[in-house]
């Protein structure tokens, strides 16, 4: 089959959760051998993360926005290659192609109430192209993605499509994610400290978070530092200041963006990682935390108890004294600790990314 593949922002420098996620699922079909051939169609840019192959082609495309991206430039080229089919792997897709469509439909999180004091201009335009393109597409698609069975049932229920044009598939990590027995320090940081990848996404929970954080310091005999990343500096100090926590000012390392290929010393010289969001589709972060032999505090909501499972520490993100709680606990009581460093590395061995291009292979040729 000759298969095209959108990927328009795997070349930006600062990648994110899905930009990941059709990362990998490439390198792995690239290194599988069969008879297909992929067309990945991405926008130029500074970190050119995949190249070449006797079986995928990459092909630039120029256009200044998303949208114009989308729904003009990727839908042309598809036809100039000839694509047999054309995978959208990130939420949305081109409402004007004549291509049979598969549609990776990460989340429906755009199409739910909406936190009003979210004032990234970022974030809310994406919401509001989604709402606008992902109802026009979705009868257009002859298969839809999603990556978890929480969101599967979610977008079934919501959207009233039949389970026979749902497919669900697992997202995995990568394999530099594992214990490492001398992890190097990263940027001079240290050990033994709690690991936050906040944001200023209302569904990450990022204001609770902080509140448990300041609880812990005030109970705990060894108060450890928090490392965030990526956390806008005004948002942080308007936390602070409505929930009177200056205490955990002078305890807190905020470096920004972290690369991914970053992360694994980050989680082996951990003490514990919270991923304490409000909603996930997924959650990768959780995967790799566990995969490198980190205790994790994870929500008892969305799809986090299906990757996490059932003995992973569950708490209600909404109760920043269940949060505090366990952070306490994992502290005080080293054989909960060395169990829940059992735990995760368990439960990472049932996910990769091998096992989701496969699925992907299957699905491709299931539509021929």
């Known amino acids: 089959m000759k298969i095209g593949i959108e990927a328009q922002r795997i070349f930006r420098k600062n990648k994110h959760g899905m930009d990941y996620v059709v990362l990998q699922e490439i390198k792995e079909l690239q290194q599988m051998q069969t008879d297909d051939e992929y067309y990945v169609f991405v926008k130029p840019g500074e970190d050119r993360c995949v190249e070449d192959s006797a079986n995928v082609h990459i092909v630039e495309l120029s256009c200044p ?24 792997t990130s939420n949305t897709a081109p409402i ?23 004032k990234s201009l970022y974030q809310n335009m994406g919401w509001f192209y989604r709402r606008l393109v992902v109802p026009r597409i979705l009868d257009k698609c002859q298969r839809i993605i999603t990556v978890s069975n929480f969101e599967k049932d979610n977008i079934m229920r919501k ?3 039949p389970e026979e044009r749902m497919t669900m598939i697992y997202n995995g990590f990568n394999d530099w994610f594992q214990p490492l027995s001398s992890p190097p320090l990263w940027e001079g940081l240290g050990k033994g400290f709690f690991f936050f990848l906040g944001n200023t996404d209302p569904k990450k929970n990022t204001e609770r978070t902080l509140v448990a954080y300041s609880k812990y310091l005030e109970q705990s005999a060894v108060k450890r530092r928090l490392l965030m990343a990526d956390l806008d500096r005004n948002y942080l100090n308007d936390i602070i200041s409505r929930n009177h926590i200056e205490n ?63 003995d992973a520490i569950l708490i209600n993100p909404e109760h920043s004294d269940e949060i505090a709680q366990q952070m306490l606990r994992l502290e005080t009581d080293p054989t909960f600790y060395e169990q829940q460093k059992q735990v995760g590395l368990a439960r990472a061995k049932l996910f990769s990314w ?12 299931s539509l021929k």
Not at 65 to 83: C, G, H, N, T
Request: include cysteine.
């Open 65 to 88: 926005s998303y949208p114009l991206w989308e729904q003009w430039a990727l839908p042309r080229a598809a036809k100039k290659y000839d694509v047999e089919l054309l995978h959208c």
């Open 159 to 161: 959207l009233g499509i």
């Open 354 to 365: 091998r096992k989701t291009a496969e699925q992907l292979h299957q699905l491709y040729h």
């Open 96 to 118: 004007w192609c004549d291509i049979p469509l598969v549609l990776t439909l990460h989340d429906i999180i755009f199409l739910e109430p909406r936190d009003k004091s979210n």
């Open 248 to 310: 955990i000012l002078p305890m807190l390392d905020m470096p920004g963006y972290i690369p991914n290929s970053e992360l694994p010393k980050i989680y082996n010289n951990a003490f514990a990682f919270l991923y304490t969001s409000l909603r996930e589709s997924f959650g990768i972060p959780l995967l790799e935390a566990m995969a490198c032999g980190t205790p994790v505090i994870t929500s008892n909501t969305s799809s986090m108890p299906e990757i996490g499972g059932p």
